[in-house]
């Protein structure tokens, strides 16, 4: 027996679920790319952008995942062979050293753990020691999708400002941004990037580059540039070179949509609303936790993310659930990747995400537990519940 038909939903960290309107904002023929409405979409969205990353830097849209906007930043701003430093806090800071690898970068792991969000004492600290100011940019993600992790990017800001140190700051708000505070210019952020799928409620295919002043000047100098990626071609003055090329039409009528949605929402409003029911998530978990099999990934409570939360449920367990909050509720959570692989969870609540969906989710997990024999505390989604009744 399955109660599945009705609504699904894909309460997995990316891709989120996309909302109808920025669907049918696709579903339209395709348009002259030297004259008409993509001209002023373009500008729409690369000013709209601006206002996402909160800076007054230049915007860069590329058709790619977030795997290319991750070339893109280090291509246009660093030289071969130059010393990067990689903050880990979970899978998806490591990643983007590795692609660094790849383009002839000299990556230097500063050791984290999944469980706990970049220490900034330990990077002022490494930066300190470096006293030629051979590490010439920092990376660091601000939610890592596969632990949990949210890092305190002003506070990593304030760790390379008292070292001192001039390296370019680099971050990764994939699976933040749209979802809670970023402030690329008041944290002194030098390159931000972002993907379309996650907190913009995009289907996967765009990603975009914000860069600041520093970064602008790092990248006369830079020898790793890339002809599709380069910003300086991309900063000409025909339209198509926005793209380096065609642009990716349907893509970008969807994610116009998508902005419209968010500032009409008010960026604020869904960072909060990204908080109540990321805090509602947690509450959940605290009671299920008295069970003894479910825990918290991130041990530290102030390093839980608002965008997705990990959960470790115990050996052989995160299979049979999720299969049947998904064949038999008709709801997809995340399995764990990576280090975490078949230990757990992952429930997002990132983009176009309400509180039918998000209680609804946590009542499916609830209902897998009991059925499956689980052992959990009772009243996880009660718990969430109770919160949201006090907080609203
Ligand atoms: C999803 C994700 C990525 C990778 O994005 P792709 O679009 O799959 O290339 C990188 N960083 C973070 C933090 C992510 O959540």
Redesign the pocket.
């Known amino acids: 027996m399955t109660l599945r038909n009705g609504k699904e939903f894909l309460m997995i ?2 891709p989120t679920n996309v909302p109808d309107e920025v669907l049918r904002a696709m579903h339209r023929p395709a348009v002259d790319i030297y004259e008409g409405p993509l001209l002023e979409t373009t500008d729409y969205c690369l000013a709209k952008l601006k206002e996402t990353f909160r800076t007054n830097g230049k915007t860069y849209i590329y058709a790619s ?3 290319g906007a991750w070339d893109a930043a280090l291509c246009n701003t660093l030289r071969r062979g130059d010393k990067v430093l990689v903050l880990e806090s979970g899978r ?1 800071a490591l ?1 983007w050293g590795e692609a660094g690898q790849i383009n002839g970068l000299n990556v230097e792991v500063l050791p984290g753990s999944w469980e706990k969000s970049v220490d900034p004492k330990r990077l002022e600290d490494r930066l300190a020691m470096d006293k030629s100011h051979e590490i010439r940019a920092v990376l660091v ?1 601000q ?3 596969a632990s949990g992790v949210w890092n305190d990017i002003a506070a990593l800001r304030q760790a390379i400002d008292a070292a001192g140190h001039p390296a370019l700051f680099m971050v ?1 708000t ?2 933040s941004l749209g979802c809670m505070p970023f402030e690329m210019d008041a944290w002194g952020v030098d390159v931000a990037l972002t ?1 379309s ?2 907190g913009l409620m995009c289907p ?1 295919g765009l990603s975009f580059v914000a860069a600041g002043p520093k970064a602008d000047e790092a990248h006369k100098t830079a020898d790793l540039r890339t002809n599709y990626t380069d910003w300086t071609f991309r900063q000409g003055a025909e339209h198509y070179q926005k793209y380096c090329g065609t642009p990716p039409e349907h893509l970008l009528f969807g994610f116009r949509k998508a902005l419209e949605l968010l500032f009409e929402e008010g960026l604020e409003k869904a960072w909060r609303r990204h908080a109540l029911l990321g805090e509602a998530t947690r509450r959940a978990i605290e009671v299920w936790s008295e069970g003894g099999v479910v825990s918290f990934n991130v041990s530290e409570p102030h390093a839980r993310s608002n965008s997705v939360t990990v959960l470790k449920i115990g050996e052989g367990n995160a299979a049979a659930l999720r299969d049947f909050t998904k064949e038999v509720c008709g709801v997809t959570v995340g399995g764990t990747i990576g280090d975490l692989s078949g230990k757990g969870i992952r429930i997002a609540h990132m983009g176009h995400v309400n509180a039918v969906m998000l209680l609804g989710t946590l009542s499916a997990v609830e209902l897998g537990f009991q059925r499956l024999g689980m052992p959990h505390g009772k009243g996880g989604a009660q718990a969430a519940m109770d919160y949201l009744a006090q907080s609203l």
Request: glycine share 22%.
């Open positions: 960290p990316g995942n977030g795997h998806f990643g993600v939610v890592d999708t990764d994939i699976a993907g799928q996650k996967p």
